[in-house]
């Protein structure tokens, strides 16, 4: 992100495309009154400046309401001065039945470059939105209580 500047083709989709998903999971790695404080913080110092603020200058600005900043430089190196993207594969997928309910496992591995929280969720199928009934083959029975788990997964590693 910081490397854009405007001048090559498919800069300004990097832009709003990117940097507006790239906020979102800021706010959601800092919290968005953490994230909406830093964001006022940064106004309230570069409105009245005759200079024209850069994205450093909001990043800096950011870190200092991040709960986490050892977190918060981690996302910020990834996100703003690399490029990385996260690809995850499912593969080895099991269900069982157990009484009520259902066990599902399977092992994701990232393939990709990048680091992200990764929520997984079994569905069943016919209750699904749209969207997952095209990932979900309709066999896929419902799951169990238990809510989606979140966790970071380095690029090559694989969790059961």
């Known amino acids: 992100m910081v490397k854009i500047d405007g001048s090559r083709p498919g800069d300004r989709f990097v832009t ?3 940097m507006g998903w790239v906020a979102w999971m800021m706010m959601e790695l800092m919290g968005r009154d953490q994230m909406l404080a ?3 913080e940064f106004i309230a110092i570069y409105s009245p400046s005759p200079d024209y603020p850069v994205l450093q200058n909001l990043i800096a600005t950011l870190r200092l309401h991040a709960p986490d900043t050892e977190a918060f430089d981690a996302f910020v190196d990834q996100w703003f001065f ?3 993207i996260p690809e995850y594969r499912l593969t080895d997928a099991t269900v069982q039945a157990l ?3 259902w066990r599902v496992t399977a092992t994701v591995e990232n ?3 990048g680091t992200m ?3 997984l969720a079994a569905i069943r199928g016919c209750a699904s939105p749209s969207w997952a009934r095209k990932l979900m083959p309709t066999r896929f029975p419902s ?3 238990s809510p989606a788990r979140r966790s970071r997964w ?3 590693s694989r969790r059961p």
């Open 16 to 18: 709003y495309e990117k």
């Open 143 to 145: 799951p169990t209580a």
């Open 38 to 40: 830093g964001l006022q």
């Open 99 to 101: 009484g009520t309910g």
């Open 82 to 84: 690399n490029v990385v």
């Open 117 to 119: 929280p990764l929520e």
């Open 111 to 113: 393939v990709g470059t």
């Open 154 to 156: 380095p690029p090559g």
